[in-house]
């Protein structure tokens, strides 16, 4: 199984601030990846497929990057409704594999 | 609008089994797979497997293999989901989950999540 690795597995950040996250694979996944935000509680949300494509209704603010087997996800400008867990997942083959959560929280 | 609906919560004895429902609706269900993904307490998020929803071909984690099975009712537009033998450790929110345009689109549509609580 290909193993997703995140960093950090938690941040405190402001509102207003510009946050990046980490996603590594342990073997190159092409640009099989994908970004999930979750609430407490709640259904995760695709944001971010193809490791760049923003999700139909997803804010601009939400950028993905990478490829190969490291991505990033990046929010420019972090709004109050942002605090949340967010994953990463691969979809290069099965097992599709989930990073193991960043949550980030209010500073 | 598109939407996965899920049956309500089940509270299980050990060794007893689970069957979750998952209703689509505001699509052709036969257009895009179903995957269930699975959330202990407190822990992230763990693929189960897939059902192809156009022709019932599954594929099951190795962890849930013998215990898990997958169906669809394309009559309904229902996917289901029944695991067997269930122990404390499969206390879980369980979500299904449809697959955008395939495995590179991610899981695009997700259900409202069932809590499954297995206890003696």
């Known amino acids: 199984d290909i193993q997703m690795t995140q960093s950090p597995s938690s941040l405190s950040a402001s509102v207003g601030d510009r946050l990046t996250i980490t996603c590594r694979a342990s073997q190159s996944i092409s640009n099989f990846l994908n970004w999930y935000q979750q609430k407490p509680g709640k259904a995760p949300k695709l944001l971010i497929f193809?490791?760049?494509s923003l999700q139909s209704g997803v804010p601009s603010r939400f950028i993905g990057s990478g490829s190969g087997s490291d991505f990033t996800l990046t929010i420019s400008g972090l709004q109050p409704e942002d605090f949340a867990t967010y994953y990463c997942?691969?979809?290069?083959?099965?097992?599709?594999?989930f990073g193991q959560g960043t949550k980030v929280d209010i500073k | 609008q598109v939407q996965l609906v899920q049956s309500g919560a089940e509270v299980k004895k050990p060794g007893a089994s689970v069957k979750v429902s998952c209703k689509a609706s505001g699509y052709t269900f036969t257009n895009h797979g179903i995957s269930w993904v699975r959330q202990a307490p407190g822990q992230g998020l763990e693929w189960m497997g897939w059902?192809?929803?156009?022709?019932?071909?599954?594929n099951y984690a190795q962890k849930f293999q013998g215990r898990v099975t997958m169906t669809t009712d394309t009559s309904t537009s229902t996917a289901y989901m029944e695991l067997r033998s269930l122990t404390s450790d499969d206390t879980a929110l369980y979500f299904c989950?449809?697959?955008?345009?395939?495995?590179?689109?991610?899981?695009?549509?997700w259900g409202q999540g069932t809590t499954v609580i297995v206890s003696s």
């Open positions: 059902i192809s929803t156009h022709n019932g071909n599954t």
């Open positions: 193809g490791a760049s």
């Open positions: 989950a449809r697959l955008g345009g395939g495995w590179y689109h991610g899981m695009d549509v």
């Open positions: 997942q691969q979809t290069y083959n099965t097992p599709p594999t």
